[in-house]
């Protein structure tokens, strides 16, 4: 058994700023190695608006991973037209919602959310911009619609955070690789696909 997994929310900033990266770890692996993805939920539903500190706290967390990863850009307009919500697991279980017609809709619906927040300035704390996401990626509205809103569907999302934790995860993005010797987590680098592999490749 070798395991790679992947745990992320789509509207994780460190996470948009590590996905080209995330891509070249996975096209790098052995041949052996699955590759499972997680939700961890980063903030539960809410309709009150963000408070200004947090804002101002996140506009500057975009800004330290733009200086930390060359190439990832911010669209900071989301804060001008956009009314915030810390708020991420309806952008969570519009990815379970999505994996449900298929399992390459579950790291599409992530990137597609990832684009719409970060540089379309579209907010995915919003059920109606999820589903605009789900008619651009040409999934049956009606069907992802009734998942989204499923029961079953935030069941899936709340196991999902609780094997976050039983893994030992409490950030994001997170790496953990199993094997049959036991659990192990990969170091994160946001700018180089190697050290990551050249670890995986040892285990």
């Not at 947090?54 to 506009?59: D, G, S, V, Y």
């Not at 009314?83 to 994996?99: D, E, G, K, L, M």
């Not at 589903?131 to 935030?154: G, K, M, P």
Request: with cysteine; proline share 6%; glycine share 4%.
């Amino acid at each position: 058994m070798k395991k790679l997994i992947y745990i992320h929310d789509p509207m994780c900033s460190w996470c948009w700023g590590f996905s080209p990266v995330l891509k070249q770890v996975i096209a790098g692996l052995p041949s052996d190695v699955e590759v499972v993805r997680l939700l961890g939920g980063l903030a539960v539903d809410t309709d009150a608006p963000m408070p200004v500190a947090m804002q101002k706290t996140i506009q500057s967390t975009w800004r330290r991973i733009e200086s930390t990863i060359p190439g990832i850009k911010f669209n900071f307009d989301f804060w001008k037209i956009s009314q915030p919500r810390r708020s991420t697991y309806p952008a969570c279980r519009a990815v379970i919602a999505a994996r449900q017609q298929g399992a390459e809709f579950d790291e599409s619906m992530t990137q597609t959310i990832q684009e719409a927040y970060y540089q379309q300035a579209r907010n995915p704390s919003d059920e109606s911009t999820l589903i605009e996401l789900a008619a651009e990626l040409d999934l049956d509205v009606d069907r992802f619609t009734r998942d989204l809103r499923d029961d079953n569907t935030q069941e899936l999302l709340l196991y999902e955070i609780n094997e976050t934790r039983r893994l030992g995860v409490d950030s994001f993005p997170s790496l953990v690789f199993l094997t049959d010797a036991g659990v192990r987590h990969i170091p994160i680098d946001y700018n180089d696909s190697g050290p990551m592999l050249e670890m995986i490749c040892l285990l």
